[in-house]
């Protein structure tokens, strides 16, 4: 028997896993996944995770945002790309706006106008009243920064990588810290100290699927089944049993995502 999880952050309607989603939303539910959180990003993404979503209803919810590759590729038409997101917003159908963010390990645009874009959409949130999944790629002074100005927002620092300090800083501010599968890769010690000192309230747990899949998969699709990797690392370096790991993650997910 596994205890309950949810997978507060996957990319369902990626072109990964375009044979074979629905197995691979049964193989998560064989291994305890009770819920699925799909992330969109950019507009037609995110329009194909609200459809995944009514396909199964109290089992998946989806989240919209312009990251910010899509927040790249969109260029000049930003505003545009802003206002369509607005509408999607206002129909109900997604239970946070993300992801969103920082990213300045690959070259898109200038900082500042990334920083634009991003508190653009930090406005956004508030008016809807939705939690942020936030994406910080070597960013997060940059990211905690806009954070600490923008204190209305509330949510999720998603694939967290960053030493015990920045988590400390991030909680200080009130934000929840999520985790997958590179808390599970051998040179990460400082990231498992990290996790080691979020307090229950505020830990979750995502695969970020296809992406970074925990060890024994690294290298393979991530699929939201491998969660349950992710869960093991996570309790063993925080000194708790997996089933609470499982519980207060869930609890939180629920409660901050006001999932089924």
């Known amino acids: 028997m596994h205890p309950a999880l949810i997978d507060t952050?996957?990319?369902l309607t990626n072109q990964k896993f375009i044979d074979d989603v629905d197995a691979v939303i049964a193989a998560a539910q064989e291994v305890g996944v009770?819920?699925?959180?799909?992330?969109?990003?950019?507009?037609?993404?995110?329009k194909a995770c609200r459809a995944l979503a009514k396909r199964y209803p109290n089992v998946i919810s989806c989240a919209a945002g312009l990251d910010p590759f899509s927040c790249h590729e969109a260029?000049?038409?930003f505003d545009t790309a802003l206002a369509d997101l607005d509408d999607l917003l206002a129909t109900g159908a997604y239970r946070a706006l993300g992801e969103?963010?920082?990213?300045y390990f690959h070259h898109?645009?200038?900082?500042?106008v990334q920083q634009q874009?991003?508190?653009?959409?930090l406005d956004l949130a508030v008016r809807h009243d939705l939690p942020v999944v936030i994406h910080s790629r070597d960013a997060h002074p940059d990211v905690l920064t806009i954070l600490r100005r923008n204190q209305k927002n509330r949510g999720i620092?998603?694939?967290f990588t960053g030493t015990v300090a920045d988590a400390h800083a991030f909680l200080e501010l009130g934000w929840y810290l999520s985790f997958n599968g590179m808390v599970t890769f051998k040179a990460n010690d400082e990231l498992r100290e990290a996790a080691a000192i979020?307090?229950?309230d505020r830990l979750l747990i995502e695969t970020d699927a296809p992406y970074l899949a925990p060890i024994p998969h690294r290298g393979r699709r991530c699929e939201p089944a491998f969660i349950q990797q992710t869960m093991r690392v996570i309790a063993e370096h925080r000194g708790q049993r997996v089933e609470d790991i499982a519980a207060w993650t869930t609890r939180n997910a629920r409660l901050l995502l006001s999932l089924p």
């Not at 969103?100 to 990213?103: P, S």
């Not at 898109?108 to 500042?112: K, N, Q, R, V, Y």
């Open 75 to 77: 260029g000049d038409r």
């Open 157 to 159: 620092i998603h694939s």
């Open 100 to 103: 969103i963010g920082l990213e």
């Open 198 to 200: 979020v307090p229950n």
């Open 9 to 11: 952050h996957c990319h």
């Open 108 to 112: 898109l645009a200038p900082h500042e």
């Open 117 to 121: 874009q991003f508190e653009a959409q």
């Open 34 to 46: 009770i819920h699925l959180m799909t992330i969109g990003t950019g507009i037609a993404d995110a």
